[in-house]
Structures are given as C-alpha cells and as structure tokens.
C-alpha cells in the first residue's frame, strides 16, 4: 500500500500585477482617455462641470466597486448582457435556483 505524503512544498499566490502601478489594461486606459479628454476640454476653454465630468467617470469605472466587485469588470458584463436582451424579443430568463429548471422567478419556497 502507498502512504500518503504531506506535500514538501507550496505554490505562490497568483501574480495580479498589473501595467503600471498594479492597475490592469482596461483602468490604464480609462485614465489614460480620462487625462487626454480633460486636457482637451481645458485647453478648449470648457467650463469647469465638463471639464470635470471625464475625470468623474474615469475615476468611478478606475476606482469604484460595486457590491465588492469593480466596475471595471461588471461593465463588459453588463453591455454583454442588454445587447443580448435588445436583440431578443422576448425577456431574459433567469435559471432558478431550487429545481434546476428555467423559470421567470428566482424566489425558492
């Protein structure tokens, strides 16, 4: 019969590293338009609330979180999942949680 061995070794945590500063691709590029669109708009001569509104929305899809998860990652989610319920005619069904069956309800007794 074969013992079993307590294992003599341990993996490292995945590396979540990012571009620059730990952030990953799609927030670089957020601050990246946020910056170029602000500095397009002061060099217009814009007034300060549209100056000010990319670097709003940059910050919160950069920065936020929402339920725990970041924006960042619920946006492609959320486009994904209105695209798909335009292009369909009927309402989005939900699976049900309690008998495995498709339903309109999520709600278990």
Do not use: K
């Not at 669109?37 to 300060?48: R, W």
């Not at 990319?54 to 950069?62: A, E, H, I, R």
């Not at 335009?86 to 699976?95: K, Q």
């Amino acid at each position: 019969m074969s013992e079993t061995q307590e294992r003599l070794y341990r993996f490292a945590p995945s590396d979540r590293g990012g571009w620059i500063l730990g952030l990953g691709g799609s927030q670089c590029i957020a601050l990246a338009v946020t910056i170029l669109a602000a500095s397009t708009f002061l060099n217009a001569g814009a007034p300060a609330p549209l100056v000010l509104s990319p670097v709003l929305f940059g910050l919160t899809y950069t920065f936020a979180r929402i339920g725990g998860v970041p924006v960042h990652e619920l946006v492609p989610v959320v486009i994904t999942v209105r695209a798909a319920a335009m292009r369909s005619a009927s309402p989005l069904i939900w699976p049900s949680r309690c008998a495995g069956v498709v339903s309109r309800s999520t709600v278990c007794a």
